[in-house]
């Protein structure tokens, strides 16, 4: 089968062509896609993920010790023995040994598993908190950009309005001052435009760290927001991840700490077996017993072990009761801290709510007042039949009422981005951050 290639003269025509062709925009990322990229690249989840295993491995280490171990030796003398060395030689052995029982090692079993509890609550905080991350960073990203849109236009109807009064400033109907206001006006609005290009350039670096993707490859797709769930102080508090993992671990340290103190006073038993071939190869251990010397020898018994004086065991149960206190006063101190936050988010909510509603009543104000200016101005002479005396309005009046409508608009924008990243915060510190990911998985 023969692959057909693209002739010269289509390859130049696509080559003169394609500076004409319109450079293609960056394709939309949906918000649950954002944060489930985020959740599988972080560095934090990757840590926590890391603790898990660790933690399985060291339950797992706490169970095989009842687990008989076995192992295998063997050698040959180097050179040949002469006289008693004391042991009978042998050429190679096997030794099977394990815990039958043991008070401490019940509490170091009880600990690991309270470990991977608290590993498994921490990959779960991780996670939530990279979710926390990217959706906050993703809706307001969102909404620069909707911003930004409102930034451009107000930046038209400023140059409108310069415009205007330049022409209102050389005919004598204004005076210079009226000329450099309308300019100042066009400056801020231009300020405000490029400090909304730089922070969506910052959240767009953030959000291609948080997810791998390409910086010019990220553009939000506002459909796949969905409402932030409304949360009040009333609201139930479930169980924190951070706060559960920091208690879970305290408790297992709390148990470690017992085990390596009764382990100074209780006493355990082991298991063993022992095989050894005997040889009298390069020996003359025969010389020495009534007998020779067999060459299967097997022993086995259970060795009870009881702690008398050991000072080593003693320190480390010193070294444990120390770790399991300042476990349990970082326990205590998140609470604390938890508490701190929810109280905190939750006296913001309400004024964040009210301040929302403010700025939305404001636009929604600008925009009648726009529609009536608009309306005023079509009658032809710029005065209103409802109030004779009202001042006559002419173009100027119009590009204002247009600017100052995009303003209260943006600022009704920012108030709503303040709510909804302050109930995100809330949803979490309450400890129900997996609705909000319900909420994106369900869009």
Not at 78 to 107: D, M, N, Y
Not at 412 to 421: E, V, W
């Amino acid at each position: 089968m023969t692959r057909h290639l693209p002739s010269r003269a289509v390859l130049l025509g696509l080559l003169l062509l394609g500076p004409a062709l319109p450079a293609q925009t960056a394709a939309q990322v949906s918000l649950v896609t954002v944060v489930d990229l985020a959740q599988r690249n972080s560095t934090a989840v990757h840590i926590a993920q890391a603790d898990v295993d660790k933690a399985q491995a060291l339950l797992s280490e706490n169970k095989d010790v009842i687990i008989p171990s076995l192992t295998f030796s063997t050698g040959l003398p180097a050179f040949p023995e002469t006289g008693f060395t004391g042991t009978p030689p042998s050429i190679w052995g096997a030794t099977v040994q394990s815990l039958v029982f043991s008070v401490s090692q019940k509490r170091y079993l009880d600990a690991a598993r309270l470990g991977l509890q608290a590993a498994f609550a921490g990959l779960k905080d991780a996670k939530e908190q990279v979710a926390l991350d990217a959706s906050s960073n993703y809706i307001e990203l969102d909404t620069v950009q909707q911003d930004l849109q409102a930034a451009s236009q107000q930046e038209q109807f400023a140059a409108r309005l310069v415009e205007i009064e330049q022409q209102r400033t050389e005919a004598g109907v204004d005076p210079l001052s009226e000329l450099l206001q309308a300019r100042l006006t066009a400056a801020q609005v231009k300020l405000r435009r490029q400090q909304l290009e730089a922070r969506a350039a910052t959240l767009r670096t953030q959000l291609a760290s948080l997810t791998g993707l390409p910086v010019e490859s990220i553009a939000t797709d506002h459909s796949s927001i969905p409402e932030v769930p409304e949360i009040t102080a009333g609201t139930t508090r479930a169980a924190h991840t951070a706060l559960n993992a920091a208690q879970l671990l305290a408790r297992s340290k709390q148990l470690v700490a017992r085990g390596d103190e009764e382990i100074n006073y209780l006493p355990q038993l082991t298991f063993a077996a022992q095989y050894n071939r005997n040889t009298t190869l390069l020996n003359d251990v025969n010389s020495f017993f009534a007998h020779p010397l067999p060459a299967n020898n097997f022993a086995s018994g259970v060795q009870i072990e009881i702690p008398l004086f050991d000072m080593g065991h003693r320190a480390k149960a010193h070294e444990s009761a120390a770790d399991a206190l300042r476990s349990t006063v970082e326990a205590e101190q998140a609470r604390h801290q938890s508490d701190i936050q929810i109280a905190t988010l939750t006296g913001s909510l309400t004024e964040l709510a009210t301040l929302s509603e403010i700025a939305s009543l404001k636009q929604q104000i600008a925009a009648e007042q726009l529609h009536s200016v608009l309306s005023q101005l079509e009658l032809g002479s710029g005065e209103s039949s409802s109030q004779p005396n009202a001042p006559q309005l002419n173009p100027k009046s119009e590009e204002l009422a247009r600017i100052d409508e995009r303003q209260k608009y943006q600022d009704s924008l920012d108030a709503g981005l303040d709510l909804a990243k302050t109930r995100l915060g809330l949803l979490r510190a309450l400890g129900h951050m997996q609705d909000w990911l319900n909420e994106l998985h369900g869009k």
